[in-house]
């Protein structure tokens, strides 16, 4: 297989070779560009109406520190191994099929999220002329405008980030100071919220929802990293700047205007400067929704059907699907079944964290053709444990009520793996003894 893909195709099964590696600024400013998002300034708002500022801190960290060790831990397998995450996970516990089921419900998620995004996208531009532009046509503008940056690959999404990040960071400075010049930002740290009491565990499972499938497809662009730094680099900057940042600032304005309707807030205080807050923040992530859905299905071709499809034509069938959802509204259905999908993503990261860091299992077969440029050529079935890891870490996401359910199901889905397969590892070593002895 030569080095250049085809147009789009972005090395979607292979190894990005080192010669097609980025810097570090361009997979920050991605990472940067998926947490600094108008979702993630909602998410701000409701702690902030729920929380005083130092709970919400504290809900913050809890949140969303346990899940950028996973991220940076599975980034980093990415970044060594130059492969995303539908196509480590053939050689981290889940074979041939079960990266195929990685692939299909990461694909699902992201076309999903795309749709909701997309009409959140299209809303802001309605509002932007004034009730003017129908929604559907803006949706179809949207939808499709997004899918054609997205066909052309890492680098014009890293492109498109360096451009929106800035820009969206500026409109949100000029809304918060419109908000906040009235106050005195000592007072509002100290301020009792306006809403009904959140507790903390409530607070740290929505931050931690929120990001969890972000963490899991981390590999899908921590591919392009040229080193393990460069990935705890991108990591933390995205807490700090993404998370961080972006949360503590909303919870701010929660407290000052008394109200978690951070959106109207933003439109009134900024006017069109509000509504391209909006559009910029969803330009950034649904990039990103696309880009690792195109992943998972050129993977689930590849790994069932042996049909290597081109990553860019794939992009252009999916974008003008999560158009279509969103023009025609479906999407107010499909949040419960995206987030019914937020418990069944979690245990994926466990069982490849597992799997890659501790059992290694694969390990020595992946150097050999990292070294080569090359994918084994081996790949395993899916093993019956990784079902039952899999399976168990949904049920403690989706069962346990004590702690943070995305953090409960990553956990309980590693340990059971770990202590599975070390199980069955011992029973075929006693076998391969027992049978040299008869």
């Not at 981390?218 to 080193?227: G, W």
């Not at 995206?338 to 069944?344: A, C, K, M, Q």
Request: charged letters at 10%; one cysteine or more.
């Amino acid at each position: 297989m030569g080095n250049k893909p085809n147009i789009g195709d972005d090395y979607s099964l292979s190894r990005v070779p080192m010669s097609a590696r980025q810097s570090l600024w361009s997979i920050t400013i991605i990472r940067v560009g998926a947490l600094a998002t108008i979702s993630q300034f909602i998410l701000g708002a409701s702690l902030g109406y729920g929380m005083t500022f130092w709970q919400a801190f504290w809900a913050t960290m809890f949140g969303s520190v346990i899940l950028q060790v996973i991220s940076f831990l599975l980034g980093y397998a990415g970044a060594r191994e130059g492969l995303s995450t539908s196509l480590l996970s053939r050689w981290t516990g889940f074979g041939r099929y079960g990266s195929s089921i990685i692939g299909g419900v990461i694909a699902i998620s992201c076309v999903g999220w795309f749709g909701v995004q997309n009409s959140v996208f299209a809303d802001g531009l309605v509002q932007a002329s004034g009730g003017k532009l129908p929604l559907p046509v803006a949706a179809a503008i949207t939808g499709l405008g997004v899918t054609v940056l997205v066909m052309f690959g890492f680098k014009l999404l890293s492109i498109t980030a360096a451009i929106t990040v800035p820009a969206f960071l500026l409109a949100v400075a000029v809304g918060i100071y419109q908000v906040l010049k009235d106050h005195s930002i000592t007072d509002l740290m100290s301020a009792s919220p306006a809403g009904d009491p959140l507790s903390m565990g409530a607070a740290a499972t929505m931050i931690a929802g929120g990001f969890i499938i972000g963490a899991v497809i981390t590999p899908d662009f921590s591919r392009f990293a040229k080193s393990g730094k460069d990935v705890f680099w991108m990591s933390t900057i995205g807490l700090l700047i993404g998370e961080l940042g972006i949360n503590m600032i909303a919870v701010l304005m929660a407290l000052a205007a008394r109200t978690n309707d951070i959106v109207s807030i933003m439109v009134s205080t900024s006017g069109w400067l509000g509504a391209l807050v909006v559009v910029l923040s969803t330009v950034k992530i649904n990039n990103l929704n696309l880009y690792s859905s195109s992943l998972g299905f050129t993977n689930i071709f590849d790994s069932i059907f042996k049909i290597k499809l081109n990553r860019g034509m794939v992009t252009l069938v999916i974008g003008i699907i999560g158009t279509v959802l969103s023009v025609i509204g479906i999407l107010d259905y499909f949040v419960n079944f995206l987030v019914f999908l937020g418990v069944l993503v979690p245990p994926i990261a466990g069982i490849i964290v597992v799997e890659y860091f501790i059992l290694k299992t694969n390990r020595q077969v992946l150097d050999e053709t990292r070294a080569k440029g090359i994918l084994p050529s081996n790949i395993d079935k899916m093993h019956p444990m990784t079902l039952i890891a899999w399976a168990a870490g949904f049920a403690a996401g989706y069962l346990v009520t004590v702690g943070i359910p995305s953090i409960n199901s990553l956990l309980v889905s590693g340990v059971v793996y770990y202590i599975g397969a070390l199980l069955i590892r011992k029973g075929r070593n006693k076998k391969e003894i027992n049978g040299k002895i008869a």
